[in-house]
């Protein structure tokens, strides 16, 4: 008999070697080395695709279809397109779940049945939720299993409107001999479930796990290899939920839906900005920054903190904020406006958990800090706009619509670039070119 290959596979982040090693020289990570076979007998779904001019591929228009919240459609640019492969991940207990169900329940009542895969749960335990937030439609059709091959075999013969996988950490093919959860099982059921459900214009919802870096569990191609990429992200034991979409092959990225966890399940809270700013006071180290990655802004609060260094060394904490860019702004505040902050520990924390990468916030930052050094809470304004080392303030996108946002929820004054002052009506704009001018302003 001909000997079957095998090759070692790196768990953390799919390298494979011919043999094993201690430590991967990709990711670094130790004893992450694990023998899986390289033969895969694959049961092909898939029938040849038809070879057409692009500008009949054009006219084809995707229609899309809505998941029953109005927010969570917004986020991923309208709707479910078919065939559309969505990857949902967040940490144990927030919500991945019921929310699915939610979904799949007002799904099933606009458009026909829903397949629920549960590879986590029994069907008994996914009723008891279901009760609990009222969900008691027929179509909503529940299968606890974990082998690929039956949840294909059932899938094409139910031909569902909506296919939900929760977890594809839990799934596995007879025709791989590693565990379920290995990089190899995680690669080959994404890709077989998205060739199946392309070829018949199945929307699907893959839940994914988290490892406790916060990053999704599997190898990275699981994020290539899906059309949106959606983090469900929020305190455990908080109410409020956000829904983030990092990735979205048919929408913009960066938006965000916001939930509130009820007893009956989530609810959907319709203005973002009112949630983040609805328990603010004008006090020392508090700023208003307008957050935009997608096409809608969001309004959030920006907070500094800082006190005399209890140790040698002052600290440097951010929560939702680069400590890397942080480092930088304290530099060029002792530099270029000399705040000296090198006997202080310095602590920066953006309200309600969101999760800010762009520089645009550099600005705000730099006020909060000053406000809390200076002890001098800063007047209802908003403030955007990325420092550069020398202390020039640096243009950002989307200008119009953040300062429009602003003043849809009362602010009438803002600070940012002086490159990208233009007017809104209702609003006061102080252009500035430099960080020091700010002292001068405020």
Same mark, same amino acid.
């Given at each position: 008999?001909?000997?079957e290959r095998?090759?070692?596979?790196?768990?953390e982040?799919g390298y494979? #070697?011919?043999?094993?090693?201690?430590?991967?020289?990709?990711?670094?990570?130790?004893?992450?080395f694990?023998?899986?076979?390289?033969?895969?007998?694959?049961? #092909?779904?898939?029938?040849?695709?038809?070879v057409?001019?692009?500008?009949?591929?054009?006219h084809?228009g995707?229609k899309?279809k809505?998941?029953?919240?109005?927010?969570?459609?917004?986020?991923i =640019?309208?709707g479910?397109?078919p065939?559309q492969v969505m990857?949902l991940?967040?940490?144990? =207990?927030?919500?991945?779940?019921?929310l699915l169900?939610q979904?799949?329940?007002?799904y099933?009542?606009?458009?026909?049945?829903v397949?629920y895969?549960?590879?986590?749960e029994?069907?008994?335990?996914?009723?008891?939720?279901g009760?609990?937030?009222?969900?008691?439609?027929?179509?909503v059709?529940?299968?606890?299993?974990?082998?690929?091959?039956?949840?294909l075999?059932v899938?094409?013969e139910l031909?569902?409107?909506l296919l939900v996988?929760d977890s594809?950490?839990?799934?596995y093919?007879?025709?791989?001999?590693?565990?379920?959860g290995?990089?190899?099982q995680?690669?080959?059921?994404?890709?077989?479930?998205?060739?199946?459900?392309?070829?018949?214009?199945?929307?699907?919802?893959?839940v994914?796990?988290?490892?406790?870096?916060g990053?999704?569990?599997?190898?990275?191609?699981?994020?290539?290899?899906?059309?949106?990429?959606?983090?469900?992200?929020?305190?455990r034991?908080?109410?409020?939920?956000?829904v983030?979409?990092?990735k979205?092959r048919?929408?913009?990225?960066?938006?965000v839906?916001v939930?509130?966890?009820?007893?009956?399940?989530?609810?959907?809270?319709?203005e973002?900005?009112?949630?983040?700013?609805q328990e603010?006071t004008?006090?020392c180290g508090s700023?208003?920054?307008?957050?935009?990655?997608?096409?809608?802004p969001?309004?959030?609060e920006?907070?500094a903190l800082?006190?005399q260094?209890?140790y040698?060394?002052?600290?440097?904490?951010?929560?939702?904020?680069?400590?890397?860019?942080?480092?930088?702004?304290?530099?060029?505040?002792?530099k270029?406006?000399?705040?000296?902050?090198r006997?202080?520990?310095?602590?920066?924390?953006v309200v309600?958990?969101?999760?800010?990468?762009?520089?645009?916030?550099?600005?705000?930052v730099?006020?909060?800090?000053i406000?809390?050094?200076?002890?001098?809470?800063?007047?209802?304004?908003?403030?955007?706009?990325?420092?550069?080392?020398s202390?020039?303030?640096?243009a950002?996108?989307?200008?119009d619509v953040?300062?429009k946002e602003?003043?849809?929820?009362?602010?009438s004054?803002? @600070?940012?670039?002086?490159? @990208?002052s233009?007017?809104?009506?209702?609003?006061?704009?102080?252009?500035?070119?430099?960080?020091?001018?700010?002292l001068?302003?405020?």
């Open positions: 008999m001909k000997r095998t090759q070692f596979v790196c768990q982040c494979s #070697s011919a043999k094993w090693l201690g430590k991967c020289p990709s990711c670094g990570s130790w004893n992450s694990v023998e899986e076979s390289e033969h895969v007998l694959i049961k #092909s779904y898939r029938e040849r695709p038809s057409r001019p692009i500008c009949e591929w054009e084809e995707l899309r809505s998941v029953g919240f109005e927010n969570f459609d917004r986020a =640019g309208g479910i397109v065939g990857l991940a967040g940490e144990p =207990g927030i919500g991945k779940s019921t169900l979904v799949s329940d007002m099933a009542q606009n458009y026909g049945s397949l895969v549960s590879g986590e029994s069907g008994s335990q996914i009723a008891v939720r009760r609990r937030t009222g969900i008691k439609s027929k179509d059709l529940v299968l606890p299993e974990t082998r690929l091959e039956v949840v075999d899938a094409q031909n569902p409107q996988v594809i950490q839990t799934l093919t007879e025709s791989l001999s590693s565990s379920p290995s990089v190899s995680v690669r080959e059921c994404a890709f077989r479930i998205t060739e199946f459900c392309k070829s018949r214009d199945i929307p699907v919802f893959l994914g796990q988290i490892t406790k870096e990053n999704i569990a599997g190898p990275k191609v699981l994020e290539h290899l899906v059309d949106t990429v959606l983090y469900f992200e929020g305190e034991f908080n109410f409020y939920r956000i983030k979409v990092v979205n048919f929408g913009s990225s960066g938006e839906a939930f509130r966890m009820l007893d009956r399940g989530l609810e959907e809270v319709p973002p900005s009112a949630f983040f700013l603010r004008q006090s700023v208003v920054f307008p957050y935009t990655e997608g096409s809608k969001v309004l959030v920006v907070q800082t006190i260094a209890l040698t060394t002052p600290q440097r904490r951010a929560q939702g904020y680069d400590v890397n860019r942080l480092s930088i702004i304290l530099a060029v505040l002792e270029e406006c000399k705040i000296f902050t006997d202080r520990d310095v602590f920066v924390n309600g958990g969101m999760q800010i990468r762009e520089p645009a916030a550099d600005l705000a730099a006020l909060a800090i406000s809390s050094i200076k002890n001098k809470p800063i007047p209802d304004m908003v403030a955007f706009g990325e420092i550069g080392l202390g020039e303030l640096r950002v996108h989307f200008a953040r300062l602003a003043v849809r929820f009362g602010f004054r803002a @600070i940012l670039p002086k490159s @990208i233009i007017p809104v009506e209702g609003m006061e704009v102080v252009g500035i070119a430099h960080l020091r001018d700010v001068e302003i405020l």
